[in-house]
């Protein structure tokens, strides 16, 4: 790209920065509060005195954490709920996406098989029959409720998104695997994994994104507390509760137990992993994300 | 072309994504028919008495449904359109950026919070715009006296929206900055060459450029246009902001759950799924229509 | 393709039968014990111990972030459980637990899938729905039986309405908790250190609240030369309200009750009008009594906060706030964090402010919004019933130690306290102190289970002058428990014991069936619109449209189906 580089352009290079920076700063402010208010002091905290800096230093909220057992039996099923829930997708995904982006010619049933799917994706029975579905196959309390319910919710939109994919690959190449007498598994296998890694790093991502964050499914399928994934475990920690419904000892308890500074040092924690993983896939799904969606 | 016996494959392949579907999505459609019983909850789906379509004419009398459904379109059309126009004016910016380095990292640092959930962000955003929070801190230091963000019905939808695109709009930019290094460099060198200069640039080349990805976006949001946030707006909304920030899916979440009035809830989630299919469809259409794209 | 159909259609067919397996519940029933077996009014042991080792499992509500309980002990397995098993020979299981936020979630599901677990506790509307879809088991003869007789007497005391907000057609579906009457009556607590130093009495009216309130937003109380008080607290975002209910008559911490009654109102209460009920939210005084608050709100007496604060008790605790309205039982509320951050932090209580009567009338509350209930088909129905009979004798015994693990650990507790529990304990510890009676006094006053140790532990706490009760009379670091409980009984108790009130009550405190389809989209329209134009957001004559709407949208239906269910 050739441009003259008069003053006029330089001036509205230098404008361009500083409004680039500005915005990217408030991409990352907040979360510098919230790292900020869980090293201040928990009276500072609560009185709203804490803004870039901490005041009254200290780590009492993070040491306390470590303490917490219930928060690391948390955050180890929201582990495994990502490893299983990704790993399961990525398989299923896959396997699914490659007859679906046969054309119809190809694969007739593929029209209607297409619109069961988004049928699936757009009505629902809401949660009672969900949960009926649900105890009925004895999944209450596993990590499965977890993975497959989440998982059957993202999956057309996946599967969707890999189709895409699949469908602006040359059509060059499925000439070539018949020619070379090729079966589905073995072009699917050896012709399209390889070339599908972007999609599939992409479809992963959100995945593992999806099932980090998600939490309403751990209120309605876990019993028990020490089932909970991380981020149901962090939302009934933050929501506030009406006393009239509780005797006078439930609300005394509850009201020694609010911390704002150990709820932020919660908060941070459990953004951690996200924020860790994420650069390193990016390389791949940006590629796949364009070409899932637009066609050169 | 068709080659026989493929089928079969195609089929194997499919199978474990449809059986999943059918036991998690298929399955519990049954509760849809709770929206046109006397639910009894000993007696079961199957077992209640039949209310035909009362339920459904209790809700089109109902103030709150309209109210909510008008919520739901107002809220999720200002994020469409806004998701739409902010990534693409600040692809566009970033695209004029030069330092190399510096653009890299504004991209990764700017998408950061699409990665993170509402129960965390939305814990953030109240404690940002809260009373005594840094906005109002801000605020004070010129002379403005602290305003209670949240409790204003009007000002709601717009916090929610700016919220959204504030949380968004790094990763749609990621989709337009794809579509601007398709273009091709050379007309650039072309214009250069004719003295145009960076805005007739813009307006002649970029923009024509990446106006099919636009439409395809535009197209492809259509299906959204009845899903609001349901994660983002649970944690953020009160009681105070119900007349403007109420949305279909809190409102059956709290009246099928939390209030017990499973029957009229459902009525409510069907009416939703059903519009959405709609809407589904004719984006289907329109898409194909107007630039020959096939979503699935 | 077409075996893919058939298939498809086989699994729907499963999947049909599948459902309609859990309409009809099929946990089978265990065999019942002979003697719960054999329809019988004979009394039997309340307190009978099981010969073989009997289970229940309950729904209960544990806190996650909830640390009370020593190293080692768990919801499950801790001095409460152990006394149960051990007393009982019954080991009580989950079928969940949830944090006192999600319960009421919990237990919708629960109801809804028809999953439920041999025993509960649930508030006025789950019962009501329960008892409508057949769920629950016939406690009548285990009431009669089993109930031990302190009980017994704590709920027949209360005039028949325990027993009745529990009976449907003749039948009990519940045993109903039985609550102190003083948790129905909200009085205002001031700090009297900040009235002392600016020099102004406690406000007996409406303007002298206003007074009051601007001084301690004006002029600096805390006197830490910055304008940062606040001079009324109002109810926190989530479920806070500005005024109790007759579905949820009593404990409404940082509501406005008391300011309500000063104006002749009783919003969210039912009321008789000359022999026929009307809805005390739609009546003119409840108009004047929301344009009183919205000028207080407007002129920045009421912390401006209200209704989007995450916790209203923050700034109590923080010595931020000068006014709150709450019932007696405050030291188990903020105070003793607000007197562990400041230990000069004098909150004292008023039964004020006055009406234009100069009269205190506050609204009552229903004796009872707990309720257990027991699974229908569950082999041992009596077992709840001895469960609250162990818990009742133990804590008379004062067996368990508040410190391992407070009693909301203990399976379905309900509380039953004597209806003038407050009162008649205030009164007693007066009179110990005052030297003119002793303990063994007291020593018939067996349903007053607390009384004993209170009266052992109140010298420890309490210094002289004893008919003096400012917080610099208190010691209360030589014993926190009993210090919150003591505080809360004298200094809560006082305004209930010296002032003569006139209590207005709701003419039902139960839904009627209309209600169920219709008052939560009328209570939400009723929350919205006074909150409103408390907080200026709607002019104050939208009332008189809200008035209208709540009219046509079935609340005048609603108004003779009450009449009707009075009759």
């Known amino acids: ?296 | 072309m068709r080659i026989k016996g493929f089928d079969k494959h195609y089929y194997l392949m499919l199978l474990p994504g449809y059986l999943w579907l059918i036991v998690f999505s298929i399955i519990p459609m049954f509760g849809i028919a709770i929206s046109f019983q006397y639910f009894n909850p000993g007696k079961g789906i199957f077992g209640s008495d039949w209310a035909g379509l009362e339920h459904f004419r209790y809700m089109f009398v109902l103030k709150d449904t309209r109210e909510v459904f008008v919520n739901t379109l107002i809220i999720a059309v200002l994020k469409i359109v806004t998701n739409l126009v902010v990534p693409l004016v600040f692809a566009l910016m970033l695209n004029e950026l030069r330092q190399m380095i510096l653009k890299r990292w504004i991209q990764t640092v700017v998408y950061l919070p699409h990665f993170l959930s509402w129960v965390i962000l939305g814990g953030i955003v109240l404690d940002i715009f809260s009373y005594n929070g840094p906005i109002n801190q801000l605020g004070a230091l010129l002379g403005f006296k602290p305003v209670l963000f949240f409790a204003q019905a009007e000002l709601f939808p717009w916090l929610v929206v700016g919220s959204d695109v504030w949380k968004e709009f790094g990763f749609n930019t990621i989709i337009y900055l794809a579509a601007l290094t398709g273009i091709n460099p050379a007309l650039y060198e072309a214009a250069g060459m004719d003295g145009a200069g960076r805005w007739r640039s813009l307006w002649h080349i970029t923009l024509p450029g990446i106006q099919t990805t636009v439409v395809l976006l535009a197209v492809l949001s259509l299906g959204n246009v009845l899903n609001a946030g349901f994660d983002q707006i649970f944690n953020l909304y009160n009681p105070l902001v119900y007349s403007t920030g109420d949305i279909i899916d809190t409102w059956v979440y709290r009246t099928g759950l939390l209030n017990l009035q499973y029957e009229l809830a459902t009525a409510v989630g069907l009416l939703k799924s059903v519009i959405g299919f709609i809407l589904i469809s004719i984006s289907y259409y329109l898409a194909y229509r107007l630039i020959n794209y096939r979503i699935f | 393709m077409k075996r893919k159909v058939s298939m498809t259609g086989m699994v729907l067919l499963s999947a049909a039968l599948m459902l309609g397996a859990c309409g009809s519940p099929e946990k089978s029933a265990e065999p019942a014990a002979g003697e719960a077996a054999a329809p019988n009014s004979e009394p039997a042991d309340p307190y009978g111990r099981y010969d073989e080792p009997t289970t229940i499992s309950i729904g209960m509500q544990v806190d996650p972030t909830d640390k009370d309980l020593p190293a080692g002990d768990t919801p499950l397995d801790n001095q409460y459980t152990r006394q149960v098993k051990e007393a009982l020979n019954v080991q009580v299981e989950h079928a969940f637990t949830a944090s006192a936020a999600n319960m009421r979630q919990k237990i919708s599901l629960a109801i809804a899938s028809n999953d439920l677990p041999d025993a509960l506790v649930v508030n006025a509307v789950e019962l009501r729905q329960m008892v409508a879809a057949g769920q629950l088991a016939d406690l009548t003869e285990v009431y009669n039986r089993y109930a031990s007789p302190e009980i017994k007497d704590i709920i027949e005391k209360t005039n028949g309405v325990a027993l009745k907000s529990v009976t449907f057609d003749g039948k009990m579906y519940a045993i109903p908790g039985v609550q102190a009457d003083a948790d129905g009556i909200h009085i205002m607590w001031i700090r009297q250190d900040w009235l002392d130093k600016l020099g102004l009495e406690p406000p007996k009216s409406m303007e002298e609240l206003e007074t009051v309130a601007r001084a301690f937003v004006e002029k600096d109380p805390d006197g830490n030369g910055s304008a940062d008080t606040i001079g009324i607290s109002g109810p926190q975002s989530g479920d806070g309200k500005m005024y109790a209910n007759f579905l949820e008559s009593k404990n409404n911490l940082y509501g406005f009750d008391p300011v309500f009654s000063a104006y002749g109102s009783f919003p969210g209460f039912w009321l008789d009008n000359g022999g026929s009920p009307v809805y005390g939210s739609i009546q003119p005084e409840t108009k004047e009594a929301l344009a009183g608050l919205r000028d207080l709100y407007a002129k920045g007496l009421i912390d401006p906060e209200m209704a989007v604060r995450a916790a209203s008790d923050e700034p109590i605790i923080n010595g931020k706030s000068g006014i709150f309205f709450a019932p007696w039982w405050m030291g188990y509320g903020p105070l003793t964090n607000a007197v562990k951050n400041n230990a000069k932090a004098d909150w004292q209580a008023y039964a004020l402010p006055l009406n234009a009567d100069g009269a205190f009338q506050p609204h009552a509350a229903t004796p009872s919004t707990e309720f257990v209930v027991v699974r229908k088909d569950y082999g041992h129905p009596e077992i709840p019933m001895k469960m609250l009979n162990n818990l009742f004798k133990n804590e008379m015994e004062n067996t368990f130690d508040p410190s391992k693990g407070g009693p909301g650990f203990y399976p379905l507790r309900v509380v039953f306290a004597p209806s003038d529990e407050i009162e008649f304990t205030n009164k007693a510890v007066k009179e110990v102190l005052a030297g003119t009676k002793t303990k063994e006094d007291f020593a018939d006053a067996r349903s007053y289970k607390l009384l004993p140790s209170d009266l052992d532990s109140i010298k420890t706490i309490k210094q002289e002058p004893y008919d003096k009760w400012n917080i610099e009379t208190w010691t209360p670091d030589a014993d926190w428990g009993a210090w919150t409980r003591a505080y809360s009984m004298m200094v809560g108790g006082n305004p209930l014991v010296e002032t003569e009130m006139e209590k207005v009550k709701s003419l039902i405190y139960e839904q009627t069936p209309l209600m169920e389809s219709r008052w939560v989209n009328l209570k939400k329209m009723e929350d919205e619109m006074f909150l409103k134009i408390v907080m200026g957001v709607a002019p104050i004559d939208s009332f008189d449209q809200f008035v209208e709407d709540w009219k046509r949208q079935g609340g005048e239906q609603i108004t003779k189906e009450v009449a009707e269910a009075l009759q």
């Open chain 1, 1 to 296: 790209m050739i441009r003259d580089r008069t003053w006029g352009s330089r001036l509205t290079d230098i404008g361009l920065l500083v409004i680039l920076i500005t915005i990217t700063l408030t991409c990352v402010l907040p979360i510098w509060y919230t790292l900020v208010l869980s090293l201040s002091s928990n009276s500072a905290a609560a009185s709203g005195q804490v803004w870039l800096w901490p005041v009254g230093f200290n780590l009492n909220a993070y040491t306390q954490i470590l303490k917490d057992t219930q928060f690391f039996g948390s955050f180890w099923i929201s582990v495994q709920r990502v490893a299983l829930g990704a790993a399961l997708n990525f398989v299923v995904v896959l396997l699914m996406a490659y007859p679906l982006s046969r054309t119809s010619r190809q694969f007739r049933a593929r029209g209607i098989l297409m619109w069961i799917l988004v049928f699936c994706m757009l009505f629902n029975g809401g949660l009672i029959p969900l949960y009926l579905t649900v105890k009925q196959l004895g999944m209450l309390n596993s990590i499965w409720a977890l993975v497959l319910v989440g998982g059957a919710q993202t999956l057309v939109f996946n599967v969707i998104l890999t189709v895409n994919f699949f469908r602006n690959l040359p059509k060059e190449l499925d000439e070539a695997a018949l020619v070379d007498g090729a079966g589905p598994w073995y072009s699917l296998i050896k012709i399209y994994l390889p070339l599908a890694v972007p999609v599939l790093a992409t479809i992963t991502l959100f995945s593992i994104v999806y099932h980090w964050n998600e939490f309403l499914y751990g209120l309605i399928f876990m019993t028990r507390e020490q089932y909970y994934p991380l981020q149901t475990y962090i939302q009934q920690m933050v929501v506030s509760v009406d006393p009239s419904t509780m005797s006078e000892d439930q609300y005394r308890r509850l009201s020694e137990l609010s911390n704002r500074t150990l709820d932020a040092a919660k908060i941070f924690v459990a953004m951690l992993p996200v924020m860790i993983v994420y650069p390193f896939l990016q390389r791949y799904f940006i590629h796949g994300i364009t070409l899932g969606s637009v066609k050169e």
